[in-house]
């Protein structure tokens, strides 16, 4: 997920991470280390503003600020009366006092995308992608690209990601044509 956000970001494109409120991926090594190579914007919305059965709490992340236009303020329409006998999880207390949760047949029916909501999301796609597009790298306008790539540090390989035997089997490939003034900027070892 994180190489491919920072893929789209160095593409200058827009992108948009959405979750459940309580998930904690925002939080993984590699999604802090997106977050300090990139500004990230985070809006929170609830799913009943769109329409939805009950007033499950998103977030989002996204590297353009107009991603706020999901958010449509505090929670207003929401009475629990609404989903009387329809809870999506119910809750008990364990053996070790600890409280837990267990979805129920109700709950598969909140995982969906709500048309409101999409419908909101691409009329905003337009200005996160002119405002994605419209940054520019420290550096960009002084250093041309072989200098910029030449100050990388090869020190964190992404093993997590498999990104050594993808190295490797671009820098075996036959088919991949590395112009010769580029080589000196390539190692020759991946340790």
């Not at 600890?98 to 709950?107: A, F």
């Amino acid at each position: 997920m994180s190489l491919v956000l920072l893929l789209t970001e160095g593409m200058m494109g827009a992108w948009l991470l959405e979750q459940a409120r309580s998930s904690v991926l925002i939080e993984i090594p590699r999604m802090r280390f997106v977050r300090g190579c990139v500004d990230v914007w985070q809006v929170c919305w609830w799913k009943r503003h769109y329409d939805g059965d009950s007033p499950k709490r998103h977030v989002g992340y996204s590297n353009s600020r107009y991603v706020g236009g999901l958010s449509l303020g505090k929670l207003q329409g929401w009475d629990p009366k609404l989903n009387a006998g329809r809870k999506p999880c119910s809750s008990s207390v364990n053996a070790n006092g600890k409280r837990t949760y267990q979805g129920t047949k109700y709950l598969t029916p909140t995982q969906i995308y709500l048309y409101p909501w999409c419908q909101r999301l691409m009329a905003l796609i337009p200005a996160m992608v002119a405002d994605a597009g419209a940054r520019s790298f420290p550096g960009e306008k002084d250093q041309d690209a072989k200098h910029m790539f030449q100050q990388l540090e090869f020190t964190d390989l992404w093993a997590d990601a498999g990104m050594p035997a993808l190295v490797t089997w671009l820098r075996g490939n036959m088919h991949l044509r590395i112009p010769l003034d580029w080589r000196p900027f390539l190692p020759d070892r991946l340790e």
